[in-house]
């Protein structure tokens, strides 16, 4: 259902912003390559358990997640100080993002759909999961479904992406006026191509933006059971999960 | 004691498709 017409005029912001996201095949296969050059160092009998799996794949998600930051436009034109700021402000509600977008296009309540390609029934997760994460789950299921009932599609999605990156409100940026200026051509961009792409859709700008503050709730909640479960030595260390989730509550 | 560099900037200041 996110596959979107073919809109008369496609606004070449849209289309840049679009040409930054990777090839989603070759993430894949990157993370699946990575997971399991991992496990075949860990031997047969180590069986790592569930949510550890699940911390490895985010791990390698966030790192795709910098190699698209680092190679997009506007963002490459930022000192390194500025980079690191913005990512540490975003980097959950990114991850989010692409979970639950993935989530869209997968099209399945039932099911997740992982980053490696793998479908895992919810029924399972939920009866593996302990209550927080059950709910947490549950949550990105639920925005998926609102997000499915918009019928965002990827387009919509990488304008999303340039404008959680894109946060005028990250204190202490050396470039705040830049920051601020891409947030707006990106907010002009993404008006201007629902309103042209799904003219039968006057609100559909809005109802986009207006999901943002429930993905960042989202994002929170999955950071703070983040902390709760590195804090029970239940994270994989050394990661950049880790690092990301301590940058940002330092 | 030296802090330990950041990954995160690691990354950014890795030269492009290393």
Redesign the interface.
């Given at each position: 259902p996110s596959a979107s017409p073919q809109p008369p005029s496609l606004p070449p912001q849209v289309l840049e912003l679009l040409r930054c996201d990777p090839d989603e095949l070759v993430v894949q296969n990157k993370i699946v390559a990575h997971l399991q050059q991992e496990q075949s160092g860990r031997g047969r009998l180590d069986k790592p358990s569930t949510f550890s799996l699940m911390c490895r794949m985010a791990d390698q998600t966030l790192?795709s997640i910098?190699?698209w930051a680092?190679?997009c436009i506007f963002f490459k034109e930022l000192r390194?100080g500025d980079?690191?700021k913005l990512?540490?402000n975003c980097w959950s509600e990114l991850l989010v993002l692409d979970h639950i977008f993935r989530q869209v296009q997968h099209g399945q309540e039932d099911s997740i759909l992982l980053v490696t390609g793998q479908e895992v029934e919810l029924s399972f997760i939920l009866s593996q999961a302990e209550a927080t994460l059950s709910s947490l789950v549950q949550r990105g299921q639920e925005l998926a479904v609102r997000l499915r009932a918009l019928q965002v599609d990827r387009r919509e999605i990488a304008c999303l992406k340039f404008l959680l990156l894109f946060n005028p409100n990250v204190k202490l940026l050396e470039d705040q006026a830049f920051v601020e200026g891409v947030q707006e051509q990106v907010n002009g961009a993404l008006l201007e191509y629902t309103l042209s792409t799904y003219p039968q859709f006057q609100e559909k700008f809005s109802q986009l933006v207006v999901r943002l503050p429930e993905l960042r709730s989202l994002s929170t909640q999955a950071e703070d059971y983040l902390c709760y479960m590195h804090l029970s030595g239940e994270v994989p260390c050394n990661?950049?999960l880790i690092?990301?989730l301590h940058?940002k509550r330092a | 004691e030296p802090e330990e560099p950041s990954l995160l900037k690691k990354l950014l200041l890795a030269p492009a498709n290393s």
């Open positions: 790192f910098v190699e680092r190679s390194v980079q690191m990512l540490h990661n950049l690092e990301m940058a | -």
